[in-house]
C-alpha cells in the first residue's frame, strides 16, 4: 500500500493545513504521509495528532535547503529525534536566516518603487516557515505581478532585481545535522538538483537514501536514480513534493511502498 513521502504544508509553503493533508491523504487511502516542510518541523505534531484516530501513519520529516556552488540542493531528513538540542538549535537558526532573507528582499522591492511592506508579507506568512513564495504571494494579493510565476520570472527569481542568495548552508552539513539528531538523511529530486557528481561525497558524509520516484523525474530519470541508488547502497524514496492543489503535483500522484516507510525507521537511529 503506498506512501507519499514528499509533502509540504502551511508549515512552510503549502497551500493546506497539516491537519487538512492528513485528511486528504487519508480520503485517497494513503497508508503514510511524509510531513517535510522547508527548514520546519511545525507541521508535524498537528499532523500526527489529525492522524491519531484514522488508519494512517504520519512519518516525522523535514526538507532542509542547502547550497553547493550557487545550486540548490534540498536534502530530506526522516525520523529526526524531536527533542534534539543541537537539531532544534541549528533550525532557529536557520530560521532567523530565512526571516532576514524576506525583509532583505522586501527592501530590494521597496527601493526599486514597489509598494510592498514587511508588514504585507508578515501577512501571508502567518505562523509559517517564512521564504520567497510568501512575498510571491504578497506581490499578486498587492496586484503588483499577475501571479507567482511572474514574481519570480520578473522579480524575486535568481538574476532579478529583487532576488537576495540565501546564507550558505552545505547539505553535507545538513546531512551530519541530520544523523546527529537519529535522523535519516535523503537527498531530494536528485535531477532538478543536477548533483549527481557530489552524491560519493553525500554518501561519506552519510546520506542514506535518494529521492527516486518524483513528479519532476522522467522515466528514464527514475531508472537513472533507481541505479544509482542500488549502486550506493541507498534508500530508494518517492512523493509527490504536494504544495497544494493550484501548484505542481498532486497529493498521493507519486507514491512509494510502505515498506520504504520500515526501511526508513530501521535507518533512524542506527
Ligand atoms: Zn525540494
Ligand atoms: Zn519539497
Redesign the pocket.
Known amino acids: 500500500m503506498p506512501a507519499d513521502l514528499?509533502v509540504?504544508t502551511t508549515a512552510s509553503d503549502g497551500t493546506e493545513s497539516p491537519e487538512r493533508v492528513v485528511r486528504l491523504a487519508h480520503a485517497l487511502g494513503l497508508d503514510a504521509v511524509g510531513i517535510?516542510d522547508h527548514d520546519t518541523v511545525c507541521g508535524v505534531a498537528p499532523a500526527q495528532e489529525a492522524a491519531r484516530s484514522l488508519d494512517l501513519e504520519v512519518v516525522p520529516g523535514i526538507?532542509i535547503n542547502t547550497d553547493y556552488q550557487g545550486r540548490e540542493i534540498?536534502i530530506l531528513g526522516y525520523y529526526i529525534d524531536p527533542g534534539d538540542a543541537a537539531f532544534r538549535a541549528r533550525i532557529r537558526e536557520l530560521a532567523g536566516a530565512r526571516a532576514r532573507r524576506v525583509e532583505r528582499i522586501v527592501d530590494r522591492l521597496r527601493s526599486l518603487g514597489l509598494a510592498v511592506t514587511m508588514d504585507d508579507v508578515l501577512r501571508v506568512i502567518g505562523g509559517a516557515s517564512p521564504g520567497r513564495p510568501h512575498v510571491a504571494a504578497t506581490l499578486v494579493r498587492l496586484g503588483i505581478v499577475g501571479d507567482r510565476q511572474e514574481a519570480f520570472d520578473r522579480l524575486i527569481g535568481r538574476g532579478c532585481p529583487g532576488y537576495v542568495p540565501r546564507e550558505k548552508f552545505s547539505p553535507v552539513e545538513a546531512i551530519s545535522l541530520i544523523r546527529r539528531a537519529g535522523g535519516v538523511p535523503v537527498l531530494?529530486h536528485p535531477a532538478t538538483a543536477e548533483a549527481d557528481h557530489l552524491i560519493p561525497e553525500l554518501v561519506q558524509a552519510g546520506l542514506a537514501g535518494l529521492e527516486v520516484y518524483h513528479p519532476e523525474h522522467g522515466a528514464a530519470q527514475v531508472v537513472h536514480y533507481r541505479e544509482v541508488a542500488a549502486k550506493f547502497r541507498l534508500l530508494a524514496t518517492g512523493g509527490s513534493?504536494f504544495h497544494g492543489y493550484a501548484i505542481h503535483a498532486h497529493l498521493g500522484e507519486v507514491v512509494v511502498p510502505t515498506e520504504v516507510v520500515a526501511a526508513l525507521k530501521l535507518q533512524a537511529r542506527t
Do not use: K, L, V
Open positions: 514528499h509540504h517535510t526538507e534540498h531530494a513534493d
